[in-house]
Each structure stands twice: as C-alpha cells, then as structure tokens.
C-alpha cells in the first residue's frame, strides 16, 4: 500500500485521482495539490461520491521547487504524479530527488517561452535520479505512454525485428462546440502548429505543418482524414527499437477545426510572442485559452469514440507481417464513470497504471525512463483490467 501525490487538478488529474481512488489497496493515501486549490476541492468530491475514498487536498505552485520540496517532506509520499503541464516536469523532478520521492509524468518538458519539447532536458537528470536510487517514467499517459508499451510488447511478442511504426490517433468524438481543444489548448495548439517532423534511415524529415495527410480506416470509427505531426514518443521510440527504418506519428482532425485553427493562427492568436494589453504583458495563445472551453467541461456533451493504435510492420519466422495494436474508448462511458472525456481518460488511467507499476516495484528501477524500455507485460496486462482493453489485427501488407 502507497502513498501518493497528484499534482495538477486538470482534466486529467481528475481522472487520475479517480482512478487511484478505485484501488484503495494499493494507493491507500492520495493528496491532490495544484495551483487552484478549489479545482481540487471540486475532485476530491466527485471522488467521494463516487468511490466512497476520501482524497486530502492542498494548494502548490509547482513551478516553485522550495515550496514543492517542502511539502513532499511533509507529506512524505512514495511517488509523485505530475499531471500539471509540460513546463513543471524540471522542477517537480527536483524537488522529487530534494524529498527522495519516485517521479511520473505524462508529457515531456516544454520551455514555457519557445514551442519546443525534447525529451533531452529530462534525460540529462538520469545519474541524479540513479544516484538517488529513484525511478522517473516519463509519458505513462496514452500517446506517449500506451504507444510506446504497444511497441515494445510488438517488439516482444509480435516480431522478430519491426521495420516500421505508424503511431494513429483518432478522436471521433462530438463535444458540439465550433471549435474547442481536448485537452489543455495551450499545449495542443503548440503541438499542432509546428513543422511535422519524422524519422526515417537514421535521419529526421521535416515537413510544413499539416502538410502531410492521409485517409485511415481505423477499427470501430472508419476512414478518417489523419495528419503527420511531430510528436514527443517519436524521439524514444526511434532510438530503443532496434534496426527501425522508420517511425511516424499521425493524428485525426475535421475540416471545421483545421478551417478554425488556420483563422487564430492568421490573425495571430496561436503566437507566443507575449503583447503588451494595459500595462500586461500576456501570449496571446494565453488568452485565447481562457476563452475556449475548459477542456475539464467537454466530458458531458461529448459523444462518440476514440482509437489510437500503432500500425507496426516487420519481419517474424522470416516473413514480413504487418499488426494493429489499438484502443477504443467510449466517450459517454468515461464520462459515466469518471465523469470525464475520453482523451483525459486516456491519459490518466496509464498514469494511474504507471504509478502502480512504480509503486509495485514492477518497473521500480533507479534512473529515468521512457515506457518502452521497461517490460511491457504487466502493464498491457492492467490496460485490459482498468478500462482500456486493447486488441490485435493483422493487415495486408502495403
Ligand atoms: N501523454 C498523453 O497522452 C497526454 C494527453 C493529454 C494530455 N497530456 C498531458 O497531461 C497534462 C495535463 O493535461 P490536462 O488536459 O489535464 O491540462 P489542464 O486541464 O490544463 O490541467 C493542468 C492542471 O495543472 C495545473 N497547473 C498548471 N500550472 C501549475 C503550477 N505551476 N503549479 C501547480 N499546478 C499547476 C493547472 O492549474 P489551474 O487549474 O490553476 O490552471 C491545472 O489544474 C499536460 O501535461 C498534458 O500535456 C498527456
């Protein structure tokens, strides 16, 4: 039995807090801390009326490492969950290795003042967390995180050698909304609108954003129009899979929110070049956030499915083969349980699957680490067992 905190009270620490509330047995204390304090008070109700687990709340800015040391020394938990936003992994990793704590996150660190993610800042801290006999997992949410276990469980099980991956997300759900972000807009849109990027032969290939699309015929939602992007996972995956040829990552977007984001983009609201308004100096890609939907509000009015698999090709007993690993997941069914969309969903529950994996000494190793490099067994395994049941198919070669 573990005691851990969550820190970051958005869409997806909701579900985190959730989904940790459902197994008192293993996570028997959890705090959630984040910097609205009633955004956490607001979970850990949900929490208790749903569960029956009563979570303790406190308010932390994570961008403050003295702060966040001081209170892991007073609350002393075993692993700390970070489901703030990509700018707080450098500091809640230091105040992880300060107070002795075990380190998750779900998305790598980003520079809040350049759109730009690489996994290289945290890497740097692997002899600091080894040193520390503590154990960092970084992206144990679904894209990164579940990709990257699906390729190394096909890198296990599947094949005797993969030649190459393509990393598919599809969102096929309706929140009803114009034009609204799935999760944190901020970090979405940052995402999307830099220059498609992957890696083939040993090199990376850049691409103008958005430029490169095609028609997927996904399982369970159908042909949908999927666009090459850059995307975190790539980075990893393309340096611990052995003898790859190529991996690229793709992702689902409509006509109508690919027509609206190309107008904020026009007129300049996508910018993180801070103006000045009154006396304040703000990026408009911050204001426009406050102006789109909370994400954390879309779980009720969206309906419909997601599917997100890795379309992996090589070679197994000499042959070429080529596999889908892939889930569904069911919008309205998340929100029924967790009182969420899918896409938090997605990301909490193996945030939730990682800590235990941490927690249960199963991938308890000192250093830090991405997902594949660990086994992927019993992780696939807790996929099935905590809402996001994955399946295999084989399909023509191209
Ligand atoms: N791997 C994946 O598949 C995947 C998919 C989706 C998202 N993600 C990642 O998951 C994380 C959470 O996403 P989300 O959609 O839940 O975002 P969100 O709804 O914006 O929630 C982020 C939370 O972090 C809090 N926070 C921000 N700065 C903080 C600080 N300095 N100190 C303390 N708390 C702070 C925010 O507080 P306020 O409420 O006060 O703003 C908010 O509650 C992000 O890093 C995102 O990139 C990963």
């Given at each position: 039995?573990?005691?851990?905190i969550?820190?970051?009270?958005?869409g997806?620490?909701?579900?985190v807090?959730?989904?940790?509330a459902q197994?008192?047995?293993?996570?028997?204390?959890?705090?959630?801390?984040?910097?609205?304090?009633?955004?956490c008070e607001?979970?850990?109700?949900?929490?208790?009326?749903?569960?029956?687990?009563v979570?303790r709340?406190?308010?932390?800015?994570?961008d403050?490492?003295?702060?966040?040391?001081?209170?892991l020394?007073?609350?002393?938990?075993?692993?700390?969950?970070?489901?703030?936003?990509?700018?707080?992994?450098?500091?809640?990793m230091d105040a992880c290795?300060?107070?002795?704590?075990h380190?998750l996150?779900?998305?790598?660190?980003e520079p809040p003042?350049?759109?730009?993610?690489e996994y290289k800042?945290q890497?740097?801290?692997?002899?600091?967390?080894?040193?520390?006999?503590l154990?960092?997992?970084l992206?144990?949410?679904?894209?990164?995180?579940?990709?990257?276990?699906?390729c190394a469980?096909?890198q296990k099980?599947?094949?005797?050698?993969?030649?190459?991956?393509?990393i598919l997300d599809a969102?096929?759900?309706?929140?009803?909304?114009?034009?609204?972000?799935?999760?944190?807009?901020?970090?979405?849109?940052?995402?999307?609108?830099?220059?498609g990027?992957?890696?083939?032969?040993?090199?990376?290939?850049?691409v103008?954003?958005?430029?490169v699309h095609?028609?997927y015929?996904?399982?369970?939602?159908?042909?949908?129009?999927?666009y090459?992007?850059?995307?975190?996972?790539?980075?990893?995956?393309?340096?611990n899979?052995p003898?790859?040829?190529?991996?690229?990552?793709?992702?689902?977007?409509?006509?109508?929110?690919?027509?609206?984001l190309?107008?904020l983009?026009?007129?300049?609201?996508t910018?993180?070049?801070?103006?000045?308004i009154?006396?304040?100096?703000i990026?408009?890609?911050?204001?426009?956030?406050k102006?789109?939907?909370?994400?954390?509000?879309l779980g009720?009015?969206?309906?419909g499915?997601?599917?997100?698999g890795c379309?992996?090709?090589?070679?197994?007993?000499?042959?070429k083969?080529?596999?889908?690993?892939?889930?569904v997941?069911?919008h309205?069914?998340?929100?029924?349980?967790v009182?969420?969309?899918?896409?938090?969903?997605?990301?909490?529950?193996?945030?939730?699957?990682?800590a235990?994996?941490i927690?249960?000494?199963?991938?308890?190793?000192?250093?830090?680490?991405?997902?594949?490099q660990?086994?992927?067994?019993?992780?696939?395994?807790?996929?099935n067992?905590?809402g996001?049941?994955?399946?295999?198919?084989?399909?023509?070669?191209n």
């Amino acid at each position: 039995m573990s005691k851990v905190i969550i820190i970051g009270a958005g869409g997806v620490g909701n579900v985190v807090a959730h989904k940790c509330a459902q197994s008192p047995t293993i996570f028997n204390e959890i705090v959630l801390a984040s910097r609205t304090l009633k955004k956490c008070e607001a979970i850990a109700q949900t929490v208790k009326e749903k569960t029956g687990q009563v979570i303790r709340t406190t308010q932390i800015d994570a961008d403050d490492v003295q702060a966040t040391t001081d209170l892991l020394k007073k609350e002393k938990p075993e692993l700390l969950i970070n489901v703030a936003l990509p700018y707080q992994d450098l500091t809640l990793m230091d105040a992880c290795l300060n107070a002795g704590v075990h380190y998750l996150d779900t998305a790598n660190y980003e520079p809040p003042e350049e759109a730009k993610f690489e996994y290289k800042w945290q890497w740097a801290y692997q002899e600091r967390f080894e040193q520390a006999g503590l154990t960092a997992l970084l992206g144990s949410g679904f894209d990164p995180g579940v990709t990257n276990v699906f390729c190394a469980y096909a890198q296990k099980h599947l094949f005797d050698h993969i030649e190459t991956i393509d990393i598919l997300d599809a969102n096929a759900g309706d929140h009803g909304y114009p034009f609204a972000t799935n999760f944190n807009p901020e970090i979405n849109i940052r995402e999307i609108t830099q220059n498609g990027r992957y890696w083939e032969n040993d090199q990376w290939i850049e691409v103008e954003p958005m430029s490169v699309h095609q028609k997927y015929d996904f399982p369970v939602v159908g042909k949908q129009d999927a666009y090459l992007l850059y995307h975190e996972e790539l980075e990893s995956l393309s340096k611990n899979i052995p003898n790859l040829k190529r991996i690229r990552f793709w992702m689902t977007f409509s006509e109508k929110y690919l027509t609206h984001l190309r107008v904020l983009e026009n007129v300049g609201m996508t910018s993180i070049q801070p103006i000045e308004i009154h006396g304040q100096s703000i990026q408009p890609i911050e204001f426009l956030k406050k102006v789109l939907p909370d994400p954390a509000s879309l779980g009720e009015r969206t309906k419909g499915k997601t599917c997100i698999g890795c379309d992996i090709t090589g070679i197994k007993d000499g042959q070429k083969k080529r596999s889908f690993i892939y889930n569904v997941c069911d919008h309205q069914s998340c929100y029924k349980e967790v009182l969420s969309q899918a896409i938090s969903y997605t990301t909490g529950v193996p945030a939730r699957i990682g800590a235990e994996m941490i927690v249960s000494d199963q991938w308890k190793t000192p250093g830090v680490w991405n997902m594949e490099q660990m086994d992927p067994d019993p992780f696939m395994a807790a996929l099935n067992q905590y809402g996001l049941p994955w399946k295999i198919i084989d399909l023509p070669l191209n």
